[in-house]
């Protein structure tokens, strides 16, 4: 079992920055892939950014080159850094982790880019 607990969220003007933060109940480096999702309302949860054990890291076409996912090995915790908001970045993002053959997610942040 991984729990995973999402913090950061919250309402920022457009062109703005905040910092999404994901700890977990595991040591982060031992899981396979850690990521973020987001979900707005009537839509799908879709793609942000994905690392890997062996820190491949992959985004969402409409995040690259304003969003940035790391880890903190000392801290043990996933991070989001999130710059150049827009408001059709309003969402609930989700941090997700694949370890042992299983998927977990957070509980959820809301973010809200409106002015």
């Known amino acids: 079992q991984v729990q995973l607990v999402e913090s950061g969220g919250g309402l920022v003007q457009p062109g703005g920055s905040l910092r999404l933060s994901c700890t977990a109940s595991v040591d982060i480096f031992s899981i396979n892939r850690m990521g973020w999702y987001r979900q707005a309302p009537g839509k799908e949860r879709e793609l942000v950014a994905t690392i890997t054990y062996g820190d491949s890291i992959n985004y969402g076409d409409s995040v690259k080159g304003r969003f940035t996912i790391s880890r903190d090995a000392a801290k043990n915790m996933l991070y989001l850094q999130m710059n150049s908001l827009k408001p059709e970045d309003t969402a609930v993002y989700y941090c997700?982790?694949?370890?042992?053959?299983?998927?977990?997610w957070g509980q959820g942040t809301q973010v809200t880019v409106s002015s």
């Open positions: 997700n982790a694949d370890f042992t053959y299983r998927t977990y």
